[in-house]
């Protein structure tokens, strides 16, 4: 919540902060009339007042602030220090008038804020409107306390949701947080507390995750302070030591605050710390139904991928004990309605859209284990793990001479599948762990031979290589610089294009739907794919888009039907509409066969590896299947 309440009254203050001074030079100084700084100094006066300490008036010198309170004074210097911001934009106006209901502390009264912003008493009553609906998806109410008066009422469980996606979202958190709160506390200082916290007892936890969770810490510490409490919560199916882990942490985060935390407040951290933490003890409790479910689920999952895609999926014991583990968190999260946002999600959609597609489908088949609906970032996660699990498929067993260490910042899964693509790239690295920037942050000295980094940290004794969360083909191809491992291309790529399936075409021969039609007949003509194989396209056309990044498509089928694998190309230098008003000049159809499952993937790795606008370009130009083959070898993975 300000405490000033308008921009002239905050630079009074700093003016005054730092020198005496008149009515006459104030009014000077601020362009307003001395009648107007007379009415400013009173409610400058009712905020120093509110600070413990006064504002005094001497003939000679003008007026100063006598400091009783410096704890008092520096919170008013600090929040005097910060950029104003004007709340009278739409946007700016609803996200203050949402923190002034989540704060409940006094009613929101219409007639005070239109003198306050100068903005009509309508345009809020629409404001209440909308934020009605806002508050509603959260079983939130805001009800009528008067004439244009109002109050948030609604569950305490419900309430914290609401604050956490209202932070979760924002550009600027601390601001936010304080303007929820009004408190001295730092999110940066609970963040920092948790981090050793959980290095001491060896809890792992992402630094994406970590943010999550210390929002969420955040808000119920808040909440305690102001002795709004959640009474009546229970965290059943528990590990004791994850109620253990939550009692410790309030301890450290209160520190200073004399109340005694009820259990209902502990099995809430403690859900919440289920939900983001990757380490899950074995042994600690009995199998029961959730571990059950969560078995199933995972079952479910690996046996679509297999059975749907005719492949014999390779996994071993780590790569099921870190799916399991991120199943356990998913469905505490999305049964508890913890939202989470997939930085990655995009790059993911780009990267792996086979992987994506199936993950969805897969998922979509899965929802009577969940009380709520499992998010796009929540599937985007779950794509990171079935393709690291795939790409180890087709990982060899070479000699290795360079050890590394990872860091990063995201889940396990998404660090995995970069690692594997580096060790596929560069067979002579051996990755010994990843970590977090938090652990690495408290390593002293790093005995490997390099540190490869997926965010920007400080070096120590190692030097640093540092590449995107998910890093483009020619990103990892500058490696090599410092390294001296070759990179041999895919010899069975060459195989999946050929010269009868490559066309070319002016942008008026075909529309979508006849190119389909032609490109299908003319694969079933060369005995590659059967009737089933054109409807099973137009199925797949019907459910989603398959544009690739808005930049080529690639029309395939519901599933590897093909009788032998062949990727058909039709370049359309003039462009062919693919969707209403998107123009692409590169069509890629896939007929891939079951017994290709594994070099489907490289072939998915050359489609992203072209993305690139000049790539696309060049490609696009290419008058015959020779230049073509020669131009796309540089891309085969």
């Not at 994850?242 to 009692?247: E, N, P, R, W």
């Not at 990757?278 to 297999?306: D, K």
């Not at 010269?499 to 739907?513: G, L, P, W």
Request: proline share 3%; charged share 25%.
């Amino acid at each position: 919540m300000r405490l000033f309440t308008n921009k002239r009254i905050r630079d009074i203050f700093n003016h005054i902060a730092q020198e005496s001074a008149t009515q006459t030079e104030l009014a000077k100084e601020m362009n307003v009339s001395t009648r107007t700084i007379r009415n400013d100094l009173k409610e400058l006066s009712d905020v120093i007042i509110g600070s413990g300490n006064s504002l005094i008036y001497d003939r000679k010198r003008g007026y100063s602030i006598k400091i009783d309170n410096p704890a008092g004074h520096r919170v008013l210097i600090e929040q005097s220090q910060r950029p104003w911001k004007e709340t009278r934009s739409t946007s700016e106006r609803r996200r203050a008038l949402l923190a002034a209901f989540m704060r409940q502390d006094v009613e929101i009264s219409l007639e005070e804020l239109e003198s306050l912003w100068f903005i009509s008493i309508y345009t809020l009553r629409n404001d209440i409107n909308l934020l009605k609906r806002h508050f509603a998806l959260y079983e939130l109410d805001i009800h009528a306390e008067g004439t244009d008066k109002y109050r948030l009422s609604g569950s305490e469980i419900a309430l914290r949701r609401c604050m956490y996606d209202h932070l979760l979202r924002s550009k600027e958190v601390e601001d936010d947080y304080y303007s929820l709160f009004s408190s001295d506390v730092h999110i940066s200082d609970i963040k920092k507390i948790l981090s050793q916290y959980l290095v001491q007892y060896g809890l792992v936890m992402s630094d994406v995750n970590m943010r999550f969770f210390t929002l969420m810490c955040a808000i119920t510490c808040e909440r305690i302070r102001g002795e709004c409490w959640l009474l009546e919560y229970e965290f059943t199916n528990a590990d004791p030591d994850i109620k253990a882990f939550a009692g410790e942490i309030f301890a450290r985060l209160l520190t200073g605050t004399a109340t005694n935390v009820p259990q209902s407040e502990i099995d809430y951290l403690a859900m919440n710390l289920a939900a983001f933490c990757s380490t899950q003890r074995e042994g600690a409790l009995p199998p029961g139904e959730a571990y059950i479910a969560e078995q199933a689920v995972m079952n479910h999952f690996l046996s679509y991928v297999s059975t749907s895609w005719f492949c014999d999926v390779n996994y071993d014991e780590l790569a099921r004990k870190n799916l399991l583990n991120h199943i356990k968190s998913m469905r505490i999260r999305v049964n508890n309605g913890i939202t989470i946002i997939n930085p990655l999600i995009e790059q993911i959609k780009r990267h792996y859209p086979l992987m994506y597609e199936m993950t969805l489908a897969a998922f979509s088949e899965l929802a009577h284990f969940f009380t709520g609906e499992i998010s796009d970032d929540e599937i985007g996660y779950l794509v990171m793990h079935i393709g690291a699990i795939l790409e180890e498929t087709h990982l060899k067993d070479e000699s290795k001479t360079v050890t590394a260490l990872v860091v990063s910042d995201q889940g396990s899964a998404s660090t995995r599948i970069v690692c594997q693509k580096i060790v596929r790239m560069y067979p002579n690295i051996s990755i010994t762990k990843c970590i977090s920037v938090e652990q690495y942050k408290m390593m002293a000295y790093v005995e490997e031979s390099l540190v490869i980094s997926l965010v920007e940290i400080e070096e120590k004794n190692r030097r640093v290589i540092n590449l995107p969360p998910l890093p483009e083909r020619w990103q990892l191809e500058n490696m090599k610089y410092f390294l001296s491992a070759d990179n041999a291309q895919p010899e069975a790529m060459v195989n999946y294009f050929s010269a009868e399936h490559f066309f070319v075409f002016d942008s008026q021969t075909h529309t979508k739907e006849s190119l389909i039609n032609f490109l299908s007949s003319q694969l079933q003509l060369q005995g590659r794919v059967d009737e089933k194989y054109y409807r099973s396209v137009l199925e797949r056309e019907g459910r989603a888009s398959t544009l690739l990044d808005d930049k080529i498509a690639i029309p395939h089928p519901l599933g590897l039907v093909a009788l032998s694998t062949m990727v058909t190309v039709a370049i359309f230098p003039e462009g062919i509409e693919w969707e209403p008003g998107k123009l692409i000049k590169l069509v890629f159809m896939l007929a891939i066969s079951e017994d290709a499952f594994i070099d489907s993937m490289l072939i998915y790795d050359y489609l992203t590896n072209i993305l690139d606008d000049d790539v696309i370009d060049s490609l696009s130009q290419c008058n015959n299947y020779a230049e073509f083959i020669s131009f796309s070898k540089n891309y085969f993975l």
